[in-house]
């Protein structure tokens, strides 16, 4: 039987106070590994997030036959190229992780091994025919639940030509396993993407010495390209910096340095937003040398003021939108999301659990189809809520705890491992949580 976790947070008098630095970016931990997993030679990964997804990860590595130390944020990869990996004797278990099952799915469609890939009972609702329709278009052997709309999936790989694809919709999962497909396809295969979505798999993989062509939103690869061994620095995660971002901001007296922060302008909607509605941040010592930009954010409070969120903006802030949507409850006005439809098929229904939730502490959200209405100035107060399993609803729980009178109760706490497993330490520094 499952533990039920349940996490106590009081109102904060003092502000967040201090400098912190947050785990590693985990759409990057993950692609290291995975790219580690079929270079030639020792792969090195230095700032590796060592939360439930990406142990998940180097789990499925594993079985695939590759050898990996893992050692909390440093791994040291055995890399002998893809043609040493071997057919798994097993499921590959990927736990709560899309980023996992649809990525892996892309790489083990082009070799000729037998799979079967399947997670938690949150990975079991969610959409995988966004990835079986394109890996399919491209020969690969591919089924699942519903005609490869769910999870179990089976995948008998190898053989693949390649495709020239215009994604229906914005995902950079999608678009990571069709390049990680065309990588082992003969021909070149191209991506276009409807909008621009983080692209830490292009530049990984330029990383590993392969060839990626970028054209606006194409992207090409030509198959049959190898992989050599690197060192890979991995950013701190701004998704996790978010949490720390929005909190202070809105709470009083607050004054936060996050170092050694991931600054992709893929993934800088956050700091956007924030400015926009008035927050004080400040981004010093931008490190452009790896591969990936690297940051120092300092952040002070400030009133907020509402905002709109819409359109190419969403992708670059898509993980962050529970977050945004705790500041938006104590700005200025209305704030208004929309174009986030993407959020109903993350690890919960976030925009039904974010509105859920908080307005069981007082706020007061309505739900569109496609995303939130946030009224703001609206005091919190503490309540019993629940994450739901899901991580970033977890995390803004305990910001919004921070800031609510009384005593909040998150019930599912223990699902916050999956990306940031030291979250609340971090947020002990920062403030006195009880
Ligand atoms: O490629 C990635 O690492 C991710 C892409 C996004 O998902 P989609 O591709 O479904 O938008 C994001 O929400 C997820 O947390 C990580
Ligand atoms: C949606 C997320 O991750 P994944 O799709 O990898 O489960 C997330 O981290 O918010």
Do not use: W
């Amino acid at each position: 039987m499952k533990l039920v976790t349940l996490q106590a947070v009081r109102k904060t008098e003092n502000g967040f106070n201090g400098t912190i630095a947050v785990p590693g970016d985990k759409s990057i931990s993950h692609r290291a590994i995975m790219l580690g997993g079929i270079a030639k030679g020792k792969t090195v990964v230095k700032g590796f997030l060592p939360g439930e997804d990406c142990l998940s990860t180097i789990a499925c590595l594993r079985q695939l036959g590759v050898n990996i130390l893992q050692e909390g944020d440093y791994v040291e990869i055995d890399g002998k190229g893809v043609e040493q990996l071997r057919e798994p004797e097993a499921v590959l278990e990927v736990g709560n992780s899309g980023t996992t099952i649809r990525l892996l799915s892309g790489l083990l469609a082009g070799l000729p091994l037998y799979a079967c890939l399947q997670g938690d009972s949150s990975i079991a609702k969610r959409p995988m025919n966004r990835i079986v329709e394109p890996l399919r278009l491209m020969g690969t052997k591919m089924d699942g639940r519903q005609d490869g709309k769910y999870t179990p999936l089976t995948i008998n790989g190898g053989g693949l030509h390649s495709i020239d694809y215009a994604m229906p919709i914005a995902s950079a999962q999608v678009k990571s396993a069709i390049l990680l497909a065309g990588l082992h396809a003969t021909g070149t295969t191209s991506v276009t993407e409807l909008q621009v979505s983080r692209d830490h798999t292009e530049r990984m993989l330029e990383a590993f010495g392969v060839t990626v062509h970028r054209n606006g939103k194409k992207v090409s690869i030509a198959g049959k390209q190898s992989l050599t061994a690197t060192t890979i620095n991995v950013p701190g995660d701004i998704s996790s910096a978010a949490f720390f971002l929005a909190a202070g901001s809105i709470i009083p007296n607050s004054n936060i340095t996050i170092q050694g922060v991931g600054v992709n302008q893929t993934r800088t909607g956050i700091i956007d937003v924030l400015e926009r509605m008035g927050a004080s941040i400040t981004v010093t010592g931008e490190d452009e040398q790896s591969f990936e930009p690297f940051a120092d954010l300092k952040v002070i409070s400030a009133p907020l003021k509402a905002t709109e969120i819409a359109g190419e903006l969403i992708p670059r802030l898509i993980d962050e939108i529970p977050i945004i949507a705790l500041a938006a409850t104590q700005a200025e006005g209305t704030t208004i999301i929309k174009d986030a439809g993407e959020l109903k098929v993350k690890e919960t229904n976030r925009i039904d659990t974010v509105a859920k939730e908080l307005n069981k502490m007082g706020a007061h959200i309505e739900t569109t189809a496609d995303g939130l209405i946030i009224h703001g100035k609206t005091p919190l107060k503490g309540a019993h809520v629940n994450s739901h399993g899901d991580h970033r609803i977890g995390m803004m729980l305990a910001i919004a705890g921070c800031l609510a009178d009384g005593e909040t109760l998150i019930e599912n706490s223990e699902a916050i491992k999956v990306s940031y497993p030291t979250f609340f330490e971090t947020l002990r520094t920062l403030c006195e949580l009880n």
